[in-house]
T-cell receptor
Framework: DAMVIQNPRYQVTQFGKPVTLSCSQTLNHNVMYWYQQKSSQAPKLLFHYYDKDFNNEADTPDNFQSRRPNTSFCFLDIRSPGLGDAAMYLCATSKVKETQYFGPGTRLLVL | GIQVEQSPPDLILQEGANSTLRCNFS?????LQWFHQNPWGQLINLFYIPSGTKQNGRLSATTVATERYSLLYISSSQTTDSGVYFCAVNQAGTALIFGKGTTLSVSS
């Protein structure tokens, strides 16, 4: 089945220790998104790729970076995680301006 | 920016009851989606419905774009329907703007 896969499902890191979250898709969608969802809040877009074009939301902290080496994979790098970065990180994909499909998420804990 | 408001914020039902969830948005939209977030955090697509009416089993949705609202109907609710229901919209850009969600609890 075509799907969006995120690894790992749970990630524990130490304050200030860089961490990378992974997303892959078999839907062959040209747009990939990273959303952050803090506890009891709605998801909020961090950035997205339209093919290889990177688009950063205005209020996304500089601490967050992303890479998309090919159509299928996208990575979220958090350079120096703080306690406030503990959240669920959701990857989504879509064709342009069509339905967004979400992966199962990676829950990040910062100690 | 566009505002998305969902009501009610919380809903408690007995198994078998019907319910209506509402989503109001403050401007015209290109896209509207309804999601169910399960207890493990996954967002499951329910409907892509910028306008009109759709049905899928016990669930149906209606969006009246000219009046800027959408309704999600759940009939004969089951305990597995519990979770958070989000409405999300976007305009010309690609970001989905989410409402704060409705938390549904269905008890047997």
């Amino acid at each position: 089945d075509a799907m969006v896969i995120q690894n790992p499902r749970y990630q524990v890191t130490q304050f200030g220790k860089p961490v990378t979250l992974s997303c892959s898709q078999t839907l062959n969608h040209n747009v990939m998104y990273w959303y952050q969802q803090k506890s009891s809040q709605a998801p909020k877009l961090l950035f997205h790729y339209y093919d290889k074009d990177f688009n950063n939301e205005a209020d996304t902290p500089d601490n967050f970076q992303s890479r998309r080496p090919n159509t299928s994979f996208c990575f979220l790098d958090i350079r120096s995680p703080g306690l406030g970065d503990a959240a669920m990180y959701l990857c989504a994909t879509s064709k342009v301006k069509e339905t967004q499909y979400f992966g199962p998420g990676t829950r990040l804990l910062v100690l | 920016g566009i505002q998305v408001e969902q009501s009610p914020p919380d809903l408690i039902l007995q198994e078998g009851a019907n319910s209506t969830l509402r989503c109001n948005f403050s401007d015209s939209v290109n896209n509207l989606q309804w999601f169910h977030q399960n207890p493990w955090g996954q967002l499951i697509n329910l409907f892509y419905i910028p306008s009109g009416t759709k049905q899928n089993g016990r669930l149906s949705a209606t969006t009246v774009a000219t009046e800027r609202y959408s309704l999600l109907y759940i009939s004969s609710s089951q305990t597995t329907d519990s979770g958070v229901y989000f409405c999300a919209v976007n305009q010309a850009g690609t970001a989905l703007i989410f409402g704060k969600g409705t938390t549904l609890s269905v008890s047997s």
